[in-house]
């Protein structure tokens, strides 16, 4: 057992930093019993030395040089916590160049950049280990790479915006509008200032990108597959999802059905029945279908300080111990399933929830089935409540309908709903989404 | 990165060793990609090589000759899947001595006997993988051993024995009767025809014991903790505890307290807003708590041939690609938390479950709640329906009344149970249960 210290350099001191920073100091100890030798955080590098920090360093760790850290020899890990693509993808090209192992919690930039920054590594003989960058303290990664290997992972269908969640969760349980929820996430800390990544879906789909990539070995761009977001929904869906025994989810799902691959990332109709459902806050719940195990569901907080720590140090001691250098070049990121083709969006088929606000007279009702059936969609259910105030500046009451079809292809769902918005009668918003059951 | 195959031997072909089997060679490829060398499956033992098996194995790898095996320096890992103490100890045993690797399922074993047989392993620099003896396939063991190894771990829930979830839920479902439950557990498979092992509670005991000497490196004897089974309830408990808002699971309990492990294993009422409380038929569910992440919960089947061989593979690929090796010298088995007590079961505090059925007469109320209030133990509800069909052979109508209390200690409420089943005004059964919330 070697017990030479692994030296660790920790790239951006933000939230999630110092939790890693605070695990290492506080429990030395214990770290060094479960790595076999000790961690070292040697040097931490911030972008402004003199911005208060609430963690204690030794003198010296803290720095604003990043060159000195790239440079140093000593160094063997560098925990990257750099957001977005520029310039954390050339701070991690660089540590992989100069020898360093490198854990990391951007998904974005995996997302993105991943294949050369693995190939890059993989040709160093060094690793990547990214636990925290997918569902934050649930081990999904891991789960997904060595717990499931003796599985071809057919299914995922998971919650991996935590952000999201917790805005749906306000809205529905406190009977907010969307506006509202997203203040409420922004004051507890789960939204930032600005919460378009999140909830415009491009996060859920970014993290679905890495699990498809990891459990397939095929890469599939954001712009490949059906990504919406929540920002587009407001209270009055997620009350008549319920009341039809649905709750609305921002669910990323990547589906092998016959050798085609169905991958979206939408907010999506889940049955009350469905574990998925029930999760809350800004949890996260992952269930993964494998041909040999079954289902298995996996939740826990998706982000958060403490718990995206959890999931670097985890990962650090895979380094430290050796399991990170033999597990990395065995991923099946080096087997691609080319066999496997992306199913056309046009062709997903499922069942959808529309909500229309049309005119309240006669011939309605009579239209928008037309439309439907003229694309032979059959509706499965329909609620229509009476007519709230009727609006001076408009002929008609105007009233909410809800419509969920029977299962029919994305494509037909799509004709039909450019014709249904041509219609006189209909008035926005317009809201879709698909159902999963 | 080695070629040279994995040779590999199975002693005990049931349900798992061949479902072990299937995987081997049906996917070989696969698992040859992901452990970076071939898995050959080189023998396979039996007992009684004339029954039939719905397995082809080559010419020669079906042997009732177990000597041959463990004497065969070409084989590397022994997939030991005998269960209970005697032979597997032995098998076991020889199998470390002679230089394997060993994966096994067998969780008595480990539970009774782990220790001298980690000792053992890890004196001759082998290994023990046993990621199916603990919830099957749920990747379990990988996740307090791994993923956790940034935390203390201060809190174990969990169900888990399939066969008495899978009775619970029949009965509630089904609005059966126990008997019948287990017979239908009986013949889908889930149960033996002896259940007592799982009904009685053992079963959940001792994957609770290995837990707990995973997390905290100490071995608590099954004698140490309360245990009770899913033998002694009936149909009335659950509807019961349903019209409380609980559900009654099997659930194994570690928690750490002020450095006090409180630990039991016992039928349990859990609030219905739990999410353990939502798990139904064989699958399990356990919810982990460390004091970085928080909480998370996986959930999967903890038993049945696939779900299981899936654990027994993967580990067969972490022994493959030496992920093994390095993980168990390092278990937190090697460093155990000395300064952690039991904590006497006397002291452990709970509120609790209380069916009586009791004679309807004036002062029988008072009668009972007299004795609680003598060993301090207030009611925080109490629910009596009306008396059914009166008995000929009793002078007074018998009804059932069920108390929820507040919180005490087992000491007192052990002490008020032994004074209440001396009333005369009290006939059997006398359930009770602790309720976690």
């Known amino acids: ?25 506080d429990r030395a100890d ?50 990257q916590l750099v957001g977005g693509i520029d310039p954390a993808y050339d701070i991690m090209l660089r540590a992989l160049e100069s020898g360093k192992d490198v854990v990391t919690a951007n998904k974005a930039l995996l997302c993105e950049k991943g294949e050369s920054l693995y190939q890059r590594a993989r040709e160093l003989g060094r690793c990547i280990c990214f636990e925290a960058a997918v569902a934050g303290g649930v081990p999904l990664i891991e789960t997904v790479t060595q717990a499931m290997s003796a599985n071809q992972i057919t299914s995922i269908e998971a919650i991996l915006n935590g952000t999201s969640n917790y805005i749906l969760t306000q809205m529905f349980s406190h009977d907010v509008s969307y506006d509202d929820a997203v203040k409420s996430a922004q004051e507890i800390g789960y939204a930032e200032a600005d919460p378009a990544m999140d909830v415009d879906g491009t996060d859920a789909a970014q993290k679905l990108g890495i699990l498809v990539q990891l459990s397939l070995g095929i890469k599939v761009g954001l712009d490949e597959f059906l990504r919406q977001g929540i920002d587009t929904l407001s209270l009055a869906d997620l009350k008549y999802a319920s009341e039809l025994g649905y709750t609305v989810k921002l669910l990323a799902v990547a589906n092998l059905i016959d050798g085609q691959l169905e991958m979206h990332a939408q907010p999506t109709l889940i049955r009350n029945d469905n574990p998925l459902a029930h999760v809350e806050d800004a949890y996260n719940k992952i269930a993964l279908e494998g041909d040999a195990v079954g289902k298995i569901w996996l939740s826990g907080m998706g982000a958060g300080q403490m718990a995206t720590a959890s999931a670097v140090v985890a990962n650090l001691i895979d380094v430290a111990v050796g399991r990170a250098a033999i597990t990395f ?20 088929s499922r069942r959808y929830f529309l909500r229309l606000n049309v005119e309240d007279r006669p011939h309605v009702l009579a239209d928008i089935t037309n439309v439907l059936g003229d694309h032979e969609i059959s509706i499965a259910s329909l609620v229509q409540h009476e007519a709230p105030e009727v609006d001076p500046n408009e002929s008609f009451p105007i009233v909410p309908l809800v419509i969920m079809t029977h299962r029919t292809t994305e494509g037909r769902f799509q004709a039909a709903s450019r014709e249904l918005e041509q219609l006189d009668c209909i008035r926005a918003p317009f809201v879709r989404m698909p159902v999963n059951d």
Not at 7 to 25: D, F
């Open 30 to 79: 214990q770290m060094t019993n479960r790595a076999g030798r000790p961690i070292h955080l040697k040097r931490a590098v911030v972008r402004d030395l003199s911005r208060p920090r609430n963690i204690e360093l030794a003198e010296g760790v803290l720095t604003d040089d990043i060159d000195s850290v790239l440079n140093d020899d000593d160094i063997d890990v560098i925990i």
């Open 1 to 25: 057992m070697s017990s030479s210290p692994l030296n660790v350099a920790i790239i951006g001191m933000g939230t999630v930093g110092s939790g890693v920073a605070k695990i290492l100091l």
């Open 329 to 348: 070049p065995r991923l099946d990121l080096w087997n691609p399933r080319h066999d496997i083709k992306i199913m056309p969006r046009e062709e997903i």
